[in-house]
């Protein structure tokens, strides 16, 4: 089993998710955690966008403010 666990300083730029979305698809791993996706709200959407494998199950912490933010794909 391969699980990735990255802390990316907030996922808001498209440049920052390309760069996840291509180490992810190299590295081809069973479970993801992003720490400070800086993310107050997490949807199916913005997750398929970072991930984008079909059937995932995921959860997301939201942040508070400017910091925080977790999300377990």
């Known amino acids: 089993m391969k699980i990735i666990s990255w802390n990316?300083?907030?996922l808001g730029s498209r440049?920052?998710?390309r760069v996840v979305i291509d180490f992810l698809r190299l590295e081809n791993?069973?479970?993801v955690i992003i720490q400070e996706?800086?993310?107050v709200e997490c949807d199916?959407?913005?997750v398929?966008?970072?991930?984008?494998i079909?059937?995932?199950e995921w959860a997301a912490l939201s942040a508070c403010?400017?910091?925080g933010g977790i999300l377990i794909i």
Do not use: E, H, Q
């Open 8 to 10: 990316t300083r907030g």
């Open 15 to 17: 440049k920052k998710r």
């Open 29 to 31: 791993p069973d479970v």
């Open 37 to 39: 996706t800086k993310k």
């Open 44 to 46: 199916r959407r913005f």
């Open 48 to 52: 398929g966008s970072v991930w984008t």
């Open 54 to 56: 079909r059937n995932k």
């Open 65 to 67: 403010g400017a910091s």
